[in-house]
């Protein structure tokens, strides 16, 4: 249940308001001056704040700039300043949104689950396995077998783009636009390289592959070691091993 805290003077309407969030679910808190407000951001942890700029002992944007410098909780200025001047001054001292009054429960509860949505902590990315291969984005480690691999940073999105699809053919081509960022293709031969080299710190060769399967005609297929392979191409990266330049 979001927890919301709504500063507002005005006692009707921070009924109303309160009234409004609660039918839909929410955890409401109240403050009629800056201070308490204040106080209530600090005790309370909301998860959002609906904050009115007219407020009896504070201006509004002060409480705004304020709250920002301790917390992060997203910020939506519900007030009857209406101007362009006003709206931006709000944003760039750090409000999520700004609703203008009078505006509805409906609206205001939408506003509130677009704040919370655009500043929701991106779901943690679980480390990819492989067979004894384990990757991790986030911290942008590999390991076979308990051995960390000593990659550099285009190998590791290379082998992570790959271990993320592993069991599945990916062309050539797509590498190219996903992983070197050439949305119009390009020259396969950084990419075979780069395989070469990737094979290399695996511990494996294009003649006698382990997790790199080169697939005839089609891409190269990333899987644990003893999945059935594929039919093999002799490319680039087989015919000579290049050395890292």
Do not use: C, N
């Given at each position: ?12 309407i ?21 201070m ?5 951001a ?10 009115d ?28 300043r209406?101007t ?15 609703v203008v ?40 480690r ?64 294009a ?25 093999h ?13």
């Amino acid at each position: 249940m979001p927890k919301v805290l709504v500063v507002e003077d005005d006692a009707m309407i921070r009924t109303a308001v309160t009234r409004a969030l609660t039918s839909k679910g929410y955890a409401v808190a109240s403050a009629d001056t800056a201070m308490s407000g204040l106080q209530l951001a600090v005790s309370e942890h909301p998860d959002v704040v609906v904050l009115d700029l007219g407020l009896p002992d504070l201006d509004g944007r002060e409480v705004l700039r304020m709250i920002r410098a301790i917390s992060k909780v997203p910020i939506i200025v519900a007030t009857s300043r209406g101007t362009e001047e006003d709206i931006v001054r709000s944003l760039d001292a750090g409000a999520d949104d700004y609703v203008v009054k009078p505006y509805g429960g409906a609206q205001l509860d939408a506003r509130i689950r677009a704040v919370l949505r655009r500043t929701a902590d991106p779901p943690e990315e679980p480390v990819i396995e492989v067979g004894g291969l384990q990757v991790d984005r986030r911290a942008r480690r590999a390991s076979v077998d308990g051995h960390d691999l000593d990659l550099t940073p285009r190998e590791f999105d290379l082998l992570h783009y790959l271990a993320a699809r592993a069991g599945t053919v990916v062309t050539k081509q797509e590498l190219l636009v996903e992983v070197w960022q050439q949305p119009y293709g390009g020259s396969d031969k950084s990419l075979d390289v780069h395989l070469s080299w990737l094979r290399r710190k695996l511990g494996e060769s294009a003649t006698e592959p382990r997790y790199l399967q080169t697939v005839h005609r089609v891409g190269v297929r990333l899987a644990a070691p003893g999945a059935p392979e594929q039919e093999h191409e002799q490319g680039p990266e087989q015919q000579q091993e290049q050395e890292p330049g």
